[in-house]
Every structure is written in structure tokens, then in C-alpha cells.
């Protein structure tokens, strides 16, 4: 079993930057596809990066590419957001997800995702 832990998340004003992390237990998460989505008041939660198990592979949603990047270190089972040019409509809640990554799955499938953390808040002020 993998638990996964977000931080990083606050108030900053559009245009600016934020770096979210997920920190994770267990040796099992180095073999993991990890996602980071966000659901916004009155919105569907949704996935805005994903990232393979060796980092190889990465996926954005249109809204956040160019702007986010997605890393890992697996040394530190650790997986990183890193969020630039941030705008108000990226408010939202946080969350990180992971699961085994499956042969002939796409990274971005939802299907994947098995294992949540418990959310980070991004405010972004205009």
C-alpha cells in the first residue's frame, strides 16, 4: 500500500509560480504511474499531469501545457509539480495519485490511479 502526501499549495497572484510536491510511503511507488489532478467549486476532478514510472513518458491536459511540469525523483519517492504563469482559473484543489503502471495502458488513463492523497489548496489571485 502506497500513502500519499501533497504540499506546497497557497495563495499567489497570476502570473506567478508554485511548486507542489507529493511525498510518498512505500518502495512499490518507484514502479508507479503518478498523476496530479485538481477540481475546482462545482467542477469534476480532472488530470493535468501524469508521469511514468521512470519519468520517460509524461502527459499534460491542454490548459496546463506549457505553463506545468511534472518530475519525480524516485530516489526521494517524491513527485513534483512545478506551476508557472499561473492564472486565477487554475484554482483549484490539488491532489496527487498513483498506481502500478500496466503494459498497454496510457499514462493518462484514469484507470491507473488507485492510490490518492488528501489535496493541497491553489489560490490564484488576479
Known amino acids: 500500500q502506497v500513502q500519499l502526501e501533497e504540499s506546497g499549495g497557497g495563495l499567489v497572484q497570476a502570473g506567478g509560480s508554485l511548486r507542489l510536491s507529493c511525498a510518498a510511503s512505500?518502495?512499490?511507488?518507484?514502479?508507479?504511474?503518478v498523476g496530479w489532478f485538481r477540481q475546482a467549486p462545482g467542477k469534476e476532478r480532472e488530470l493535468q499531469a501524469a508521469?511514468?514510472?521512470?519519468?520517460?513518458?509524461?502527459y499534460y491536459a491542454d490548459s496546463v501545457k506549457g505553463r506545468f511540469a511534472i518530475s519525480r525523483d524516485n530516489a526521494k519517492r517524491t513527485v513534483f509539480l512545478q506551476m508557472n504563469s499561473l492564472k486565477p482559473e487554475d484554482t483549484a484543489d490539488y491532489f496527487c495519485?498513483?498506481?502500478?503502471?500496466?503494459?498497454?495502458?496510457?499514462?493518462?488513463?484514469?484507470?491507473?490511479?488507485?492510490?490518492w492523497g488528501q489535496g493541497t489548496q491553489v489560490t490564484v489571485s488576479s
Open positions: 495519485a498513483g498506481g502500478p503502471q500496466t503494459l498497454g495502458y496510457k499514462i493518462q488513463n484514469l484507470a491507473l490511479y488507485d492510490y
Open positions: 512505500g518502495r512499490a511507488f518507484s514502479s508507479y504511474v
Open positions: 508521469i511514468s514510472w521512470n519519468g520517460d513518458t509524461t
